[in-house]
């Protein structure tokens, strides 16, 4: 995962590379948050709403 991120050898990540990953992280944690135990859900749908 290092290599990934550490492309040219800076040792930290750029910004760049943390704005790429941001959608990802904000998706992962809306999946999380809305349904933190469902583990068959398929990836490519959207998440459901939780009910209230």
């Given at each position: 995962?290092?290599?990934?991120?550490?492309?040219?050898?800076?040792?930290?990540?750029?910004?760049?590379?943390?704005?790429?990953?941001?959608p990802?992280?904000?998706?992962?944690?809306?999946?999380?948050?809305?349904?933190?135990?469902?583990?068959?859900?398929?990836?490519?749908?959207?998440?459901?709403?939780?009910e209230?």
């Amino acid at each position: 995962c290092k290599k990934k991120f550490d492309r040219e050898g800076k040792n930290y990540v750029d910004f760049m590379d943390w704005l790429i990953y941001v959608p990802l992280f904000v998706e992962i944690h809306t999946r999380i948050v809305s349904n933190p135990f469902l583990r068959y859900e398929d990836p490519l749908k959207p998440p459901r709403e939780t009910e209230k």
